[in-house]
C-alpha cells in the first residue's frame, strides 16, 4: 500500500519527522515534488539529521527514491550523501531518469529574478535553490532530464538550444554579465562526469516501473511531501509559492503512481499547531505589530529558523480555514499535530477559526491571495495547557495529554475532518504521541 504524507499549511510542519516515524513500516520512500529547497528534520535519540533531497528514510536505512516531480541538484545531492555517508549512514538513493536537473544558471537566474521583483515586492523569498527556473524549463519543453546526462551527444544537444537563450536573458533583458554558469563547454564537461557518477553509482532508474513493480510484490511506499499545500503552485496563495504541487495529486503524477493506488492508500496532513512561514505575502493570523512578543516566544521556543537558508520565520496562529483548504484538496485521511510542545505554558491559546470578509464569516480561503489578505481572522480563544514531562507523556499515549490540550486536538480534527494519527510533542522520534499507524490501517 501507500502512504503519502502532506504538508498543510506553509512548509516546515515537520514532515520529516513523521516520514521517519513511519518510514519504519515502508519498503521504499518516495519525494514527488520540490529539490533542495526542502529541509526536513528527522531527530533520533537526539542525533539531528537535516534532509534536502535525500528521502528521510535513510536515517531507517531505505531506498529513497526521487521521482519524476522533483528537481535535483546534483552537486548537493552528493554532497548531501557523502555528508550522511560520514555521519556513518549507508543511503540508498536513486533519481528518475525523467526527473529535471537543476542546472547552475538556474540559480543563478532564481536571484536575479527574486531581486528584480523585489521593487515591486513581488519576490517569494525563495530559497535560490533555482528551483522556479527549472520548474519552467521542464514545462517550457527546454529542461535537462536526468537521463540526458547519460548520453553525452543529447546532453551536447540540449545545452546548445538552451544555453544560449539563458545567456541572452541575463545579458539583453537584464542587463548583466553571464558568468561561467552559462558556458557550453564547461557544463557539459562537469554534467558528463555527473551522468557517469551517477550511472557507476547505480542511482539512475525508471521510477515509475521500479515502483509498480515492487508495489505488486505487496511492499509499502510511503511518498514524503515537501513544502505544504499554501504554497503549491496551484492552490497555494501564488505567486508566492513554490513551483510544484506538494498537494496529494503531486504523488501520482510526481512518480508514476496512478491516482487510484495513491487514493486507495492513506494521505496524512501533517499540520503545526501555529503557522511558521520563510517567505514573503499576506498572512492574515501572524503575530505581529503588538503580538511581536509572543512570535519571539513561539519562535525561540521553536527553533523557528528556516533549516535551508536559516531566516527567522514569521509566526501566526494556527489558521483553520487554510486547514479545510488542504484537507480538500488532498482529501486527507488522517491528520498529525505536531509542536504542541511548544504552545504550552503561555497565558493563552487562539486560532483563527474563520474569516471576515466583506462583513461575511468564511469557513475556507478565497480563491485569490489579495482577497486573503482582505481576510480578517475570527479567532477563538482556547485554555492553556501546561508543560509537562512530553517524553513521558508520549510513552504513556493520548489520554495522558494535558486535557486543555486535548480540547484543542479534539477541535482541529473535527474541523478537519479527520482522524488524529499522530501528536508530535517534541523534535525527536521518541516524542511522538502515535494513536495510528497509517500502514496498519485496512484501506
Ligand atoms: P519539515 O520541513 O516539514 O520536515 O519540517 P522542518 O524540519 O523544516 O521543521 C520542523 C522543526 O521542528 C525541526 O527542527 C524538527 O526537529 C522540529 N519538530 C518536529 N516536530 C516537532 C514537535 O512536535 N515539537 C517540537 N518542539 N519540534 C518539532
Ligand atoms: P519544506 O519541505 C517552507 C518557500 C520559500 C518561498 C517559496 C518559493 O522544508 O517544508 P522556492 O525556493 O521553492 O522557489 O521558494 O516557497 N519554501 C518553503 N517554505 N518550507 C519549505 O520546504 C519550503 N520550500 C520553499 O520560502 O516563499
Ligand atoms: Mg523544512
Redesign the pocket.
Known amino acids: 500500500m501507500t502512504v503519502t504524507i502532506v504538508?498543510s499549511q506553509l512548509?516546515?510542519?515537520?514532515?520529516?519527522?513523521l516520514v521517519d516515524l513511519w518510514g519504519g513500516n515502508a519498503d521504499i520512500v518516495v519525494r514527488y515534488q520540490g529539490g533542495d529547497n526542502?529541509?526536513?528534520?528527522v531527530?533520533e535519540n537526539g542525533e539531528?539529521y537535516k534532509l534536502s533531497l535525500v528521502p528521510s528514510g535513510a536515517v531507517r536505512g531505505k531506498i529513497g527514491i526521487l521521482g519524476n516531480g522533483c528537481v535535483v541538484n546534483p552537486r548537493t545531492l552528493f554532497d548531501e550523501l557523502d555528508t550522511l555517508r560520514d555521519r556513518g549512514l549507508d543511503p540508498d538513493v536513486r533519481v528518475a531518469c525523467r526527473a529535471h536537473v537543476i542546472m547552475p544558471y538556474h540559480r543563478v537566474l532564481d536571484g536575479i529574478e527574486e531581486e528584480e521583483k523585489s521593487d515591486d515586492d513581488l519576490e517569494a523569498g525563495t530559497t535560490g535553490r533555482g528551483i522556479g527556473p527549472t520548474y519552467e524549463d521542464k514545462v517550457g519543453r527546454r529542461g535537462i532530464r536526468v537521463g540526458d546526462l547519460l548520453d553525452p551527444d543529447v546532453l551536447r544537444d540540449r545545452l546548445e538550444y538552451v544555453v544560449p537563450q539563458k545567456r541572452a536573458v541575463v545579458e539583453d533583458v537584464f542587463g548583466m554579465d553571464a558568468g561561467e554558469e552559462f558556458d557550453v563547454e564547461s557544463l557539459h564537461e562537469e554534467f558528463v562526469a555527473i551522468g557517469r557518477r551517477l550511472e557507476e553509482e547505480g542511482m539512475t532508474v525508471n521510477a515509475g516501473d521500479f515502483l509498480g513493480t515492487r508495489l505488486d510484490a505487496g511492499e509499502n511506499l510511503l511518498f514524503e511531501g515537501?513544502q505544504g499545500t499554501s504554497i503549491d503552485i496551484d492552490h497555494g496563495i501564488y505567486p508566492y509559492v513554490t513551483s510544484s504541487n506538494p498537494t496529494a495529486g503531486g504523488a501520482s503524477t510526481g512518480t508514476g503512481v496512478g491516482p487510484t493506488v495513491v487514493g486507495r492508500g492513506e494521505v496524512v496532513g501533517?499540520v503545526k499547531a501555529y503557522l511558521s512561514r520563510v517567505g514573503t505575502g499576506p498572512l492574515p493570523t501572524e503575530l505581529d505589530g503588538d503580538d511581536e512578543e509572543l512570535a519571539d516566544y513561539i519562535r525561540e521556543k521553536?527553533?523557528e529558523f528556516g533549516?535551508v537558508t536559516g531566516r527567522p520565520r514569521r509566526i501566526g496562529w494556527l489558521d483553520v480555514p487554510m486547514l479545510r483548504h488542504a484537507a480538500r484538496v488532498s482529501g486527507f485521511t488522517g491528520i498529525a499535530v505536531?509542536?504542541?510542545?511548544?504552545l504550552a505554558g503561555m497565558d493563552t491559546v487562539k486560532l483563527g477559526d474563520a474569516y471576515k470578509l466583506d462583513g461575511e464569516r468564511m469557513e475556507t480561503m478565497p480563491a485569490t491571495t489579495e482577497r486573503w489578505a482582505d481576510c480578517d481572522p475570527i479567532l477563538k480563544e482556547f485554555d492553556p495547557w501546561p508543560e509537562v514531562d512530553w517524553s513521558a507523556v508520549a510513552g504513556e499515549g493520548y489520554d495522558a495529554l494535558p486535557a486543555a490540550a486535548r480540547t484543542y486536538l479534539d477541535y482541529l480534527s473535527d474541523e478537519v475532518g479527520a482522524p488524529i494519527y499522530a501528536v508530535?510533542?517534541?523534535?525527536d522520534r521518541a516524542?511522538?504521541v502515535e494513536l495510528v499507524d497509517p500502514f496498519e490501517r485496512d484501506a
Open positions: 504538508g512548509g516546515d510542519e515537520g514532515k520529516g519527522a526542502a529541509g526536513h528534520t531527530v539531528e515537501a501533517v521553536g527553533g533549516t505536531n509542536h504542541l510542545d511548544v508530535g510533542v517534541g523534535p516524542e511522538t
